[in-house]
């Protein structure tokens, strides 16, 4: 692994990378990836880059982070190293060295001045056998003919009460046999949560979802958040 010692002078060259988390590695939490990635980074000797100061970190960036228990086809990893690699023999040597059900599909070098925050996702929810769909569909298509549907985010430490219209926050959502299909939109100043959304749809993560995938993430340049509520 090459060294860049605080102060020196190095080259520098953003990688994306695109990855999927399958099966039993749904489970690992945001930390626990940031951590397999760094370990699996230092088996394979990639150049990185570090930030300076007393404690270097390797410059890493996961943009948008996965709830736990929830699979995805489309993780976006940022990385920075020293040296330009060949990006197809650099991912082959990656997937070898990855453990099972974590793959990387893709990647490209990005400019550093361009954004790559999330903007949307679309995720596919499996429902359980046990769940009543017909209340489930009809809930659905109440929401869908709303015009508003304000949720209350309550206060949690420094962070104060926060009010979402979720017909401004989901983009689109629809029933197709045994799958909710949901798509989200990400503003500069946050987005709602799939389980306040399903809560205000009066149906129960734990007994009527068996599954969740993220299908299709998007990531460019946010805006901020603009919703028309008045607060009584």
Not at 87 to 112: C, M, Q, W
Not at 195 to 220: N, P
Request: proline share 4%; aromatic share 8%; glycine share 4%.
């Amino acid at each position: 692994m090459t060294d860049n010692p605080i102060g020196s002078e190095v080259q520098k060259y953003r990688l994306v990378l695109w990855f999927t988390i399958k099966r039993d590695r749904r489970f690992l939490s945001h930390r626990d990836t940031v951590k397999l990635w760094q370990q699996t980074f230092s088996r394979c000797e990639v150049p990185l880059r570090y930030t300076q100061g007393f404690n270097p970190r390797i410059r890493l960036s996961l943009p948008m982070p996965r709830n736990v228990a929830i699979a995805s086809d489309c993780e976006l990893l940022i990385v920075e190293l020293t040296e330009q690699l060949e990006i197809d023999s650099f991912i082959a040597k990656i997937n070898a060295n990855l453990p099972a059900n974590i793959e990387v599909t893709h990647g490209r070098y990005a400019a550093f001045d361009e954004p790559l925050y999330p903007t949307g996702c679309t995720y596919a929810l499996s429902i359980a056998k046990e769940a009543d769909l017909a209340k489930i569909a009809g809930n659905i298509d109440k929401f869908n003919a709303m015009e508003k549907l304000v949720f209350t985010r309550p206060s949690r430490g420094r962070h104060p009460v926060k009010y979402l219209d979720l017909k401004v926050t989901v983009g689109s959502l629809e029933l197709n046999g045994n799958t909710i299909n949901l798509s989200m939109n990400i503003f500069r100043t946050g987005t709602s949560r799939i389980d306040e959304l399903m809560s205000m749809l009066g149906i129960d993560m734990i007994k009527d979802i068996t599954f969740i995938q993220r299908t299709k993430a998007v990531f460019g340049k946010q805006i901020e958040l603009e919703q028309n509520i008045e607060i009584i």
